[in-house]
Structures are given as structure tokens and as C-alpha cells.
T-cell receptor
Framework: TQLLEQSPQFLSIQEGENLTVYCNSSSVFSSLQWYRQEPGEGPVLLVTVVTGGEVKKLKRLTFQFGDARKDSSLHITAAQPGDTGLYLCAGSSGSARQLTFGSGTQLTVLP | DSGVTQTPKHLITATGQRVTLRCSPRSGDLSVYWYQQSLDQGLQFLIQYYNGEERAKGNILERFSAQQFPDLHSELNLSSLELGDSALYFC??????????????FGEGSWLTVV
């Protein structure tokens, strides 16, 4: 069974601070996705990374896929209250698109 | 709005009962996925259908079953319900990989509470 561990589980920071969320596994994934989920809604895809060492930027969010494709990180610069939500990493293997989700990081950005 | 529609949004039922959750995928998407989200287990993949056929199975209990109909909508049937089945059930859909890549679109979920 492939497992994805996310850390930290909870993170509460002040507006303007930077933060990094980690997603680690002992398994290799063909691709890894990051989602954000808000209360009462389903997860919304932020980014997909497929190449080891790949870095993708989405405004203030920077996503990195580890060289061995076993881990990933999400860095947020100058966090804003609108960034508050549950951040989930999810991996897929081979041609399958069923996802293995991490346990999530609940981020709260205080004004 | 992801384009994936789930009904009902909320459901309260008693232990031992049976419920059916319904999902309409995005227009044109052939793949439908069901996920369960609970506080202790997180988001768990249950089952995937592709154009009416079961494609992959995850952590789905024998008391649960699903199907995808010719019009591509899907239903998840949960029977002999237990308190531990209380969770948020998500349906997701995806289209042709060549066109939409790896993107899977999630609905807003159906909240099931078993009392």
C-alpha cells in the first residue's frame, strides 16, 4: 500500500509569513498533485508535477517534486487569509488515475 | 463549479439502513471515481468506473457497491450502514487523458451521517 505523509498536520500563521508543507512517501509516483479544499467543497486541483526535480510556480505558491519522485513540497510566500484551507497532496502511479491522498495540512492564515 | 453534481448534499439515516448517492460527471467525462473522506482516514479511493465498466477498486467495503449507467451518471450504494460509515463521499470525473491530462474534477460531496 502506498502511503503519503504530510507535515505539518496543522499550521496557523500570521498574514505575510512564509510557510512550507511537505509530502513524503517511500513509494515512487508517476505524478503528484496538490489540491486545496475549503469547507463544504470538494478538493480543487492546484498543480500536477510529473518530472523528478520539477518546480512549478503558481503566483505565490511554489511546488517542487523530489528528484526520486517520492516527495514534494509546497511553499507559500507572503501568505494571505485567502490561502486558508486544507492542502492535500495526492500521488498516482502508472497509467492509473485513482489517487492516493496524503492526510492533509490544515492551514489558517490570520489577518 | 467543477461541473460534477452530487445528490443529496446531506443525508441522515439510521444504522442498518441503505442509501444511494448519485453523481453526474462533467459533460463528456467517461471516468467516474468515488472517494470517502473521514476525519480519521482522510480521503480514500473507493472505486472507479470508465464508460460503464468497473476500472479499479480501492478500499471499498463489501457492503458498498457502485455502478455507472449508459448516460454516464453513477450511483454509490451503501447498505447495512454503521456509525463508522459517517463521512463525506465525493464523486469525481475525468476526461480523455490526451485532452485533460491528469486532472480529476471533484464534486461538492454528499455528507452522510449515520445515527
Amino acid at each position: 500500500t502506498q502511503l503519503l505523509e504530510q507535515s505539518p498536520q496543522f499550521l496557523s500563521i500570521q498574514e505575510g509569513e512564509n510557510l512550507t508543507v511537505y509530502c513524503n512517501s517511500s513509494s515512487v509516483f508517476s505524478s503528484l498533485q496538490w489540491y486545496r479544499q475549503e469547507p463544504g467543497e470538494g478538493p480543487v486541483l492546484l498543480v500536477t508535477v510529473v518530472t523528478g526535480g520539477e518546480v512549478k510556480k503558481l503566483k505565490r505558491l511554489t511546488f517542487q517534486f523530489g528528484d526520486a519522485r517520492k516527495d514534494s513540497s509546497l511553499h507559500i510566500t507572503a501568505a494571505q487569509p485567502g490561502d486558508t484551507g486544507l492542502y492535500l497532496c495526492a500521488g498516482s502511479s502508472g497509467s492509473a488515475r485513482q489517487l492516493t491522498f496524503g492526510s492533509g495540512t490544515q492551514l489558517t492564515v490570520l489577518p | 463549479d467543477s461541473g460534477v453534481t452530487q445528490t443529496p448534499k446531506h443525508l441522515i439515516t439510521a444504522t442498518g439502513q441503505r442509501v444511494t448517492l448519485r453523481c453526474s460527471p462533467r459533460s463528456g467525462d467517461l471516468s467516474v471515481y468515488w472517494y470517502q473522506q473521514s476525519l480519521d482516514q482522510g480521503l480514500q479511493f473507493l472505486i472507479q468506473y470508465y464508460n460503464g465498466e468497473e476500472r479499479a477498486k480501492g478500499n471499498i467495503l463489501e457492503r458498498f457497491s457502485a455502478q455507472q449507467f449508459p448516460d454516464l451518471h453513477s450511483e454509490l450504494n451503501l447498505s447495512s450502514l454503521e456509525l463508522g460509515d459517517s463521512a463525506l463521499y465525493f464523486c469525481a470525473s475525468s476526461g480523455d487523458r490526451a485532452l485533460s491530462g491528469n486532472t480529476i474534477y471533484f464534486g461538492e460531496g454528499s455528507w452522510l451521517t449515520v445515527v
